[in-house]
């Protein structure tokens, strides 16, 4: 199997590869714009992607957006991450604008997709200290009053909120036959009253947070969709959210790859090239084929997302790039670690930076576990 990219995607391709180079190509450039890695995500560089009409490359025209399709969005990600642009989390964005695009009302839409545009960063809120992997577990409560709702309750893990111009928040509207049902998302802009931000640290600098309703009020057109259809409405994006972060983390395991590369055909030990010698090379070989195996995978996915009849079951095949992609960047950036020897240890380069990324990327938008447990039931275990 090959992927079929148009002359117009190999040329946006380039185009974003030669961006990154000019960019962010450089460790100085790259920490000037996170506060020397502290912050994850760069509302500048986001803003520079947005001037050059690739913010918004899945919106629609209509929104101020490319009108680009699933195979445009992956070209674009897979470049930014393999570049190590520090916009990881425009992913989210992206993630959270569908939503919007597919349940919001007109004038929400053209809002909130116009913000995207001009480079904002979105967050949704769905988990809770309670409520992970078994997202519908959650209790943060949305009770109708004469003029809105009101909010109270907790989200944590939250991505992109400390930069967000506005939340998708899940709530809980009732309580139904099962626990999923009685779920109802809302627009909730992020310095709304009631609503509190705390970032949480991890070893990937500034990127998550808790938040915390307390008498958050929200008018009646906050509702996103229909009250009550919380549930199949996130639903009906994760496919898109599986293959938006099987391409990031393709084109992180792509530059692991490089890197790893670089330092053993420079690398001297004994006299010869590190990489000559056959257990490295045959490891490099592994890895080699494994990320080409995922590329193939994820835009195979990407493919059969834009052309539905392609596909038979889109949703194990979107897990099934999501649990891919994820487990060889891991491999790849933990295995270019040891490759590297205590060079790879060392905050000097940037072999560290991938192993952070890609342990926490086999964690959130769903565990590799929950998309094994996907997967296998659907082959009816």
Not at 160 to 175: C, P, Q
Not at 281 to 293: N, P, S, V, W, Y
Request: aromatic share 6%; net charge negative; with cysteine.
């Amino acid at each position: 199997m090959t992927v079929t990219l148009t002359d117009e995607q190999h040329e946006f391709g380039s185009a974003v590869r030669e961006f990154c180079r000019r960019e962010v190509g450089s460790r100085e450039q790259r920490d000037k714009l996170t506060d020397c890695g502290r912050q994850s995500h760069s509302l500048d560089l986001n803003r520079r992607v947005a001037a050059l009409g690739w913010a918004a490359i899945n919106v629609p025209e209509e929104y101020g957006g490319a009108g680009g399709n699933h195979v445009d969005l992956c070209v674009l990600l897979e470049e930014l991450a393999r570049g190590m642009a520090p916009i990881p989390w425009h992913g989210t964005t992206l993630i959270t604008g569908g939503i919007y695009n597919r349940f919001a009302h007109e004038e929400l839409k053209k809002t909130v997709l116009a913000r995207i545009a001009d480079g904002a960063a979105l967050a949704i809120a769905m988990s809770e200290p309670g409520a992970g992997s078994d997202v519908a577990a959650m209790t943060c409560r949305a009770e109708r009053t004469a003029d809105g709702w009101v909010i109270n309750g907790q989200k944590t893990w939250c991505t992109n909120a400390h930069l967000a111009d506005s939340i998708l928040l899940v709530a809980r509207t009732d309580r139904g036959e099962k626990k999923h049902h009685g779920l109802t998302m809302f627009h909730v802009p992020s310095d709304t009253a009631g609503l509190s931000i705390k970032g949480i640290d991890t070893m990937n600098g500034e990127e998550v947070n808790d938040l915390y309703f307390t008498d958050c009020v929200l008018p009646t057109d906050a509702v996103i969709g229909e009250v009550g259809q919380g549930w199949p409405q996130l639903m009906a994006g994760l496919d898109t959210e599986r293959l938006i972060l099987a391409a990031q983390m393709l084109g992180t395991a792509e530059r692991a790859f490089d890197d790893c590369l670089t330092f053993i055909t420079e690398r001297t030990q004994f006299g010869q090239a590190v990489g000559s010698f056959q257990a490295i090379k045959h490891r490099i070989a592994d890895l080699a084929t494994e990320i080409e195996c995922a590329r193939l995978l994820v835009y195979s996915v990407a493919q059969q997302a834009d052309d539905p009849s392609r596909s038979t079951n889109l949703s194990r095949a979107s897990s099934m790039a999501k649990l891919k992609a994820t487990e060889v960047s891991k491999s790849m950036s933990l295995e270019g670690m040891q490759l590297m020897g205590g060079y790879g240890y060392s905050t000097e380069f940037d072999m560290v930076h991938h192993v952070r990324v890609s342990l926490g990327a086999t964690i959130y938008g769903g565990t590799n576990e929950i998309q094994r447990e996907i997967i296998g039931k659907s082959y009816g275990l």
